[in-house]
């Protein structure tokens, strides 16, 4: 759902329980299920909680015999297996691998998945050996490719989990085999100790830091693993071994490989793909969605101011105990009893303002009035005292 490649692969040796592992037992029994299985369910119970993605899921079942793969969901392999079904691969110029002559599936459910499955493990070449009747002479390949697009920005997430279940390594003196299971055999170990050589590069390459040939090409197995082993994927073994002594040295084998494995670090990344044409658009109706939001809030704005300069507010239309109050807290402002004028809303900033200019009138006025009345006691003073002169000057001509 995220995007991210992953593998689950299962190494052991032969008769160990991989098929088992990954598949589950033959009777098909639900609660002894594999691997496989319980992925598929899974994946559609994490799709079911998606609702913001449409999920395409295809699966496709290949089995790689004798270093030639065929496609075990083509009834074509079961009727006549022949030269012509074996599917191929080519590299584009980035170094991906391409698959042809396979066949795609498309499934809407887990059902669906159980059922490919199911039909892919019928079509896939059995054969025995003295240790295991029923042993898997053909490393098999699982894969499942999600597509996953989110609704609203139309974003891919491509997802793409291989599952694994190698053919059994296995030592050909104790095995007790001849004629084609031999050649079986010798092309299993084979590819197996090719896949080793991957796993021993890369750990050189690891402890070096210097860059070297991997040599992916020298199988089709490898080839086709060449993303899940020190690619663009989360990869995690499963290591299958057996607890009896006689088959101490493969066990130690097994051990020792899962080891190698284990000290190999991936480079995840995620495979996004963006669509820029929806992009585009829904940037384009987001931005005309904001410009539009933002013309509305200056309308809102306007509006406010207007309405707050068409407000009139007077002392004499509102409560003579607010209008009290309001002068009583802007008087303490003037005296500087207290520092700041707080003020909760427009209302009370108009009050307030309204108070201001009348405690400033009020007290013109009475600066008026003050200077209006000395005016008139100095003209009264001036008046007697030029009536007190007169009086002066008289006196001094009687004497």
């Known amino acids: ?41 899974g994946i559609f119970s994490h799709i079911d909680q998606k609702k913001d993605f449409d999920c395409k899921i295809n699966i496709s079942y290949m089995e790689i015999y004798n270093d030639n793969a065929f496609d075990l969901l083509n009834q074509a392999h079961l009727d006549n297996p022949s030269e012509n079904n074996k599917v191929t691969y080519q590299w584009d110029d980035e170094g991906n691998i391409h698959l042809k002559n396979i066949t795609i599936h498309q499934i809407q459910n887990e059902q669906e998945g159980f059922d490919k499955m199911i039909t892919g493990n019928f079509i896939k070449k059995m054969s025995s050996t003295s240790m295991n009747q029923n042993s898997s002479r053909s490393h098999c390949v699982f894969t499942i490719n999600l597509e996953a697009t989110e609704k609203s920005t139309g974003d891919q997430y491509l ?3 291989h599952l694994v279940d190698l053919a059994g390594s296995e030592r050909i003196s104790k095995t007790q085999i001849n004629g084609t299971l031999l050649t079986e055999a010798k092309h299993i170990n084979k590819s197996l100790s090719f896949l080793e050589q991957v796993i021993v590069a890369l750990n050189d ?68 793909k963006f669509d820029l044409q929806k992009a585009y658009k829904n940037l384009l109706i987001e931005n005309q969605n904001l410009q539009k939001q933002l013309k509305e809030k200056d309308k809102r704005l306007l509006s406010a101011q207007n309405q707050q300069e068409d407000v009139k507010i007077d002392f004499n239309q509102i409560d003579a105990s607010i209008a009290e109050y309001v002068k009583e807290k802007v008087g303490r402002y003037f005296d500087e009893s207290q520092n700041y004028l707080q003020i909760e809303d427009l209302n009370e900033a108009q009050l307030c303002f309204q108070a201001m200019k009348q405690l400033y009138n009020n007290t013109m006025q009475e600066y008026v009035d003050e200077l209006q009345l000395i005016s008139a006691k100095l003209v009264k003073y001036e008046h007697l005292l030029k009536k007190r002169q007169f009086d002066i000057i008289n006196l001094n001509i009687l004497i």
């Open 159 to 161: 997802s793409k989990l």
């Open 1 to 41: 759902m995220n995007g991210y490649n992953g593998t689950i692969f299962a190494y052991g040796q032969t008769g160990s329980g991989k098929t088992y592992t990954m598949s589950g037992s033959e009777q098909q029994q639900w609660q002894y299920r594999g691997i496989t299985p319980r992925v598929i369910s």
């Open 205 to 272: 390459q690891s402890k070096k830091g210097i860059k070297s040939h991997i040599p992916y090409r020298n199988s089709f197995m490898t080839t086709i693993l060449k993303d899940s082993i020190g690619g663009n994927c989360q990869t995690a073994m499963i290591a299958n071994i057996s607890s009896d002594i006689e088959n101490y040295d493969e066990t130690i084998s097994t051990l020792r490989f899962s080891q190698r494995v284990g000290q190999i670090e991936n480079e995840v990344q995620r495979n996004h």
